[in-house]
């Protein structure tokens, strides 16, 4: 990153809870390019705790719907290209997803077992023909919530 870029600034926008990412988005938007540097390595810890795990996927939840309010900006930057775009509305709506499949699979699962008692043979039929697509749209959907 070029000095220049962060010349009179703080180091990253204030009251930033993923300081890293506010930090890029800035950056980009301003229209400095970005690249990932193969060779740098990160040390971390792992957490060993399920609490301090929880409260690390908490704050990493919130941070991401904290960055929503750059979806405007984001969507209307030169800056971006359309996958780029993606990537990013992608990024800030996994915390969304992934409470949307909890809310929703018991609903799901509650219907396709109504349907499988009242319909059985239409249920049947409807698996067999549309139950590998829905399989990848499940997969798809839940990946934020292993990612």
């Known amino acids: 990153m070029p000095w220049s870029a962060g010349d009179g600034q703080r180091p990253w926008p204030e009251r930033a809870l993923l300081e ?7 950056l980009r938007l301003a229209g400095y390019r970005l690249t990932h540097v193969q060779e740098a390595g990160v040390a971390q810890e792992g957490l060993v705790s399920g609490r301090r795990f929880l409260a690390q996927r ?15 900006r984001v969507l209307g930057s030169k800056h971006y ?3 780029g775009k993606a990537e990013v509305m992608y990024t800030f ?8 499949l909890v809310l929703l699979l018991p609903v799901s699962l ?8 009242f319909f059985s ?17 499940f997969v798809l959907a839940a990946l934020p919530l292993v990612g």
């Open 58 to 72: 908490t704050r990493w939840a919130q941070g991401n719907m904290r960055c929503l309010r750059y979806t405007r």
């Open 110 to 117: 509650g219907i396709s077992l109504a349907t499988r008692i």
């Open 93 to 100: 709506l996994q915390p969304v997803v992934a409470v949307l």
């Open 81 to 83: 290209s359309l996958a």
């Open 20 to 26: 890293d990412c506010e930090s890029g988005l800035e």
């Open 121 to 137: 043979a239409d249920a049947a039929a409807f698996e067999a023909t549309y139950g590998p697509l829905m399989l990848l749209a």
